[in-house]
């Protein structure tokens, strides 16, 4: 079936930033949209349209930032086809409410997302109680996705997630490709002579927008620790910081720090690096567009052990583990790692060409669905479980949809509130899976649900046993 005998005569309307915007998403939206042409008729508005709407398919590009506020508010007006580049919004609805004295509109928007939980933390933080962690516990984006008619994400972490709270509509993994740079490694030795890099000097890249999230204390401190153990190593900071973000990290000895670059100066600065770094703590289900330019020129990069870089292929990457993260960078900086450059080459020859993304758009978009679902305006936080006593036990059983997790996996694990006391589960918790915790004396028993330090934001018993 055609594109045209599909969806009628009408172009898809692609509403996404455009270079020169400081947003990544720019970069990807100008990466795809030839590829797509190649199928089908495609209309790029990268700005808010004044008129009235136009007619057709359409498609959306959102990320967790102001850039994208004009989209988000297209979306939810006249559903289509989502791309969610990370499942977080949260921060962008509080651009665009709290963050402008509306805290009414928070309050509404955190509601619609989350239930009376996302309400009882948006008023929380008006108040002045807030944890960053919020913003990726309540990633905010729910609501879109369930009035669109199609969401694509870029890995089963984010689909995983969006399905756990509760979004049905169509969600289809499209991999973020790989844009080829071969002329790029001619001219590494001039980035570096740029930069009073001597040859035998190992230059380890920390690239993109520094964030919190992205380790940056961590990666600092794991490269003081390693340059100690091997004095040539340097490190080269590409990228605009978070405002959170203190600048005085990278005023260390052996680091370099360019601040902003546009997207077109990345690829000759990989280029002239040997190693690259790329850590996630929480994820946002995003993908990483300095990755895939890391795999495509063939560098040792480090990654989480986390979320979505966790589902890299072992032989492509280096797997930093929560529970020894500054050891493991250490070795990764100072020591010898394999050559995984074939490997590499391979896996995103085979999954993530801008072909590949283009034919998982146009799959996403044929099988999105044709009326948006109603709105359900109230989210489950909390996976569901059954209590009951057995001999002195309290007997949990998961009857929700997803895995319970119970220790901690780069995001807080779930506890369990019994009569005001916390416990810890035995175990992790998969679907229909029972586990059992003790018992008190006391009478009547009542089970709160709670995530590891975090406040609670809805005292309210899920079981009481008498």
Known sequence: MSWQL??????????????????????????????????????????RPTANSQPGPRIYQLGNNPHHEWIYREAMQTPGTIVLHEIVLHHLIVEMTLARGDLDGYVDALRANHGEAGAAWARGRAAGLHSEMGNFLMP????????????????RYAAERLRSFGVTTPIHQVVHPFDAHPEA????????????????????????????????????????????????????VVGEPAPNVNLDLFRGEGITFTGYMPDEEFPPFVAAVDRLVNLRYPSAGEASGILMRALDAGKPVAVSDYGPFAEFPDECVVKIPFDREIDALVEFFAGEVPDRSAAQR????????????????VRALKQARRESAGVTRSIPLFPRLEATLRNGRIILRNIGDFTLRTRTYGQPAYRVIVNGNWCELPRDLPPGAETEIAAPNARPITLIHALQGVPVIDDQPFAVLP
Request: charge should be positive; glycine fraction near 6%.
């Open 6 to 47: 599909a969806v009628g005569r009408w172009p898809l309307l692609m509403f996404t930033p455009w270079p020169p915007a400081r947003t990544g998403v720019a970069h990807y939206a100008s990466m795809l949209v030839p590829a797509l042409r190649k199928r089908i008729d495609v209309e790029v508005i990268s700005q």
């Open 140 to 155: 905010a984006s729910i609501e879109l996705a369930r009035r669109s008619r199609g969401v694509i994400v870029h890995n």
């Open 185 to 236: 490694a001619a001219r590494r030795d001039e980035i570096r002579a740029r930069l009073g890099y001597a040859p035998n000097e190992r230059v380890i890249g920390f690239f993109g927008f520094v964030t919190a999230a992205k380790r940056p204390e961590v990666i600092v401190e794991a490269f003081a620790r390693a340059r100690r153990v091997e004095p040539t190593l340097r490190l080269l």
């Open 346 to 361: 391979r896996w995103i020859e085979e999954n993530a060409t801008v072909d590949a993304a283009a034919d998982g758009y």
